[in-house]
């Protein structure tokens, strides 16, 4: 279940509310575009903007929308256990697939107090767990001696890895389980983690350009190394472009210029400057073009 390139997607409002009309008509593009599965109320989705209901609503349309052919994960971002273990139940209640569960922000707990948690959630929830690993954002790393201990629980099936030190992922891949999957949460990185021997890639890219990303990674499996260079290669521009401003501000411009969603954010976000937005354009008409 967990190869390929999942969306990350994004989370459409009109005038402050959760629109989803939009969010369903642009999951049919996606669906359409080939993408592996959908990540719903992660970071991307801003999921710390939103109430328990507005991320119940998101779950629940997204498996709808699905319809089974492919998985839904849903992102658990909590500062606390408590707060993440009701994430989690309200997932499996509403019909996600697996869970996507970042490490505890702000509170930086010790290796010992991170599988405290992650433990915590995988007892009370029948899903897959896909650890995600994200330093910058969390303040904390998950090492490989957190990592073994993880693995010995049986639901914990995957790793997001966004940390600069995506390159250790070739060292680790001899520790971890045959059946345990590593994908990446950068889209730039995404190729060489490939290689590195990851099975997959949780994009923001893939959000506008999925029939494209599903051709690079279909192409990596069937060795057809020919097609996926020229689409790494292509990919790249667009890829930068989407890190002008925080996520999700420059995918959600994309998305509005392509008539999917409105671009609007909720704050502390701010709409994308003339600047970027240009560049966005030029990204997307260059990957188009070719």
Request: with cysteine; aromatic share 6%; charged share 20%.
């Amino acid at each position: 279940m967990f190869h390929g390139y999942w969306a990350a997607v994004v989370t459409p409002f009109r005038h402050g509310r959760v629109d989803i009309a939009s969010f369903e008509r642009y999951l049919a593009t996606l669906l359409e575009g080939g993408v592996h599965g959908l990540v719903v109320n992660g970071s991307t989705g801003e999921a710390l903007a939103l109430s328990r209901e507005e991320r119940e609503q998101l779950v629940k349309a997204a498996v709808h929308r699905a319809e089974g052919h492919i998985p839904v994960a849903t992102g658990i971002i909590a500062a606390t256990t408590q707060e993440a273990v009701q994430q989690a139940q309200d997932a499996e209640k509403n019909g996600a697939t697996a869970l996507l569960v970042v490490s505890p922000f702000y509170m930086k707990p010790c290796s010992e107090g991170l599988i405290t948690h992650f433990r915590a959630i995988h007892d009370a929830s029948s899903l897959p767990i896909i650890l995600y690993n994200n330093p910058g954002r969390t303040g904390v790393d998950i090492d490989l001696s957190v990592l073994e201990k993880l693995m010995q629980l049986p639901r914990i099936a995957a790793l997001k890895e966004s940390s600069p030190h995506f390159v250790r992922m070739g060292e680790w891949r001899t520790h971890l389980r045959p059946d345990f999957a590593l994908l990446s949460g950068d889209d730039i990185p995404a190729p060489a983690f490939l290689a590195l021997g990851g099975q997959g890639v949780i994009s923001v890219t893939a959000n506008v350009a999925p029939k494209t990303c599903a051709t690079l990674y279909n192409a990596w499996v069937g060795a057809d190394l020919e097609t996926f260079a020229h689409f790494r290669d292509r990919l790249i521009p667009l890829n930068k472009a989407l890190l002008l401003a925080p996520n999700p501000v420059s995918i959600k411009y994309a998305l509005s210029t392509m008539g999917l969603i409105r671009e609007e954010v909720r704050p502390p976000l701010l709409p994308l400057g003339d600047l970027e937005q240009m560049a966005i354009r030029r990204a997307l008409q260059d990957l188009r073009a070719g």
